[in-house]
């Protein structure tokens, strides 16, 4: 079983930077798609970016122009550069990465979450 490791979690000021990192236990192969989830509290959990393996990107409306996804060099793992942070921003984020063959079957792996806390 694959499992999602991530770091770079933390608290940071208003204003402040954080920089999330996702990597495989394990290698993995045939990634459809690679995204950055967050749970702020009350809140139900929400999508943040997403990259593609052919590179497009995608990003929830609240952090276009602050947020950047990436791909490593290894392209199983992924970053999540976070600019400008707000308190809203303040959540626990999730590593997703999607994937498989009609052969091999699907995949869906999550990691176990980061802090990330925002003061004001």
């Known amino acids: 079983q694959v499992h999602l490791v991530e770091s770079g979690g933390g608290l940071v000021q208003a204003g402040g930077s954080l920089r999330l990192s996702c990597a495989p236990s394990a290698s993995i192969f045939s990634i459809n798609v690679m995204a950055w989830y967050r749970h702020p509290p009350g809140n139900q959990r929400e999508a943040v970016a997403a990259?593609?393996?052919?590179?497009?990107?995608r990003y929830v409306d609240s952090v276009k122009g602050r947020f950047t996804i990436s791909r490593g060099n290894a392209n199983d793992t992924v970053y999540l550069q976070m600019n400008s942070l707000k308190p809203e921003d303040t959540a626990v984020y999730y590593c997703?990465?999607?994937?498989?063959?009609?052969?091999?079957?699907?995949?869906?792996?999550w990691g176990q979450g980061t802090q990330v806390t925002v003061s004001s």
């Open positions: 990259i593609t393996t052919g590179g497009s990107t």
């Open positions: 997703n990465i999607k994937g498989g063959t009609p052969l091999y079957g699907k995949y869906d792996y």
